[in-house]
């Protein structure tokens, strides 16, 4: 047995009034803003302010090494679209590899982390509702450079639970099983 998927009809679909953000733009990743933040290169595709607060896209470089602990985010699924280099990633109770051409859907309110393994990783990394672009601009040193940060040369920001939750992420307590020795 099948089920039917309703289908909204164009006289209902004229009706709709625009949604705030909803003009069309072209953003190129090589004239788009971009910031250092923890060694990582973040380029800012579209924001909640670009889509009326429905999603945010970032393109982001990451070093062998490099991804967050264990954490959640309590309002926005995130999305990993893998460009280049291989991560292991927590997602809820599992961990699995992610290469070039791999996409990642990671619900709100999951517990997730990652690690870079290759030399370095490229992908595209979105959240629905818009969420996490917003720390980025606000903490991160702006950059025209399309590279990552030379090592050390951005002090990281004071991010606290407070600062963080303000966003909508959640650093989760405990042992982090993506780094042996630990946080």
Sequence with gaps: M???????????LAALPPIPGSE???RNVDTARAYWLVDVLWIVLANGADTGGRFS????LLPKGSGPGPHTHTWSDETFYM??????ILVGDEIKTAR??????VPRSTV????????????LNGYTPASLE???VELATPTTERTLP?????APPAMNPALLRRYGMDVQPGPDPLRPNGR
Excluded: C, N, W
């Design 57 to 60: 896209m970032m393109e982001q």
């Design 24 to 26: 069309p733009f072209i």
């Design 150 to 154: 030379p090592k050390g040369a951005v």
């Design 83 to 88: 460009l280049d280099g291989e991560i292991t």
């Design 2 to 12: 099948s089920k039917e998927i309703p289908v909204m009809s164009e006289e209902i």
């Design 134 to 136: 917003a720390l980025i």
């Design 112 to 123: 997730h982390a990652f690690r870079v393994d290759s030399e370095t990783a490229r992908f």
């Design 100 to 105: 070039k051409g791999d996409f990642i859907m």
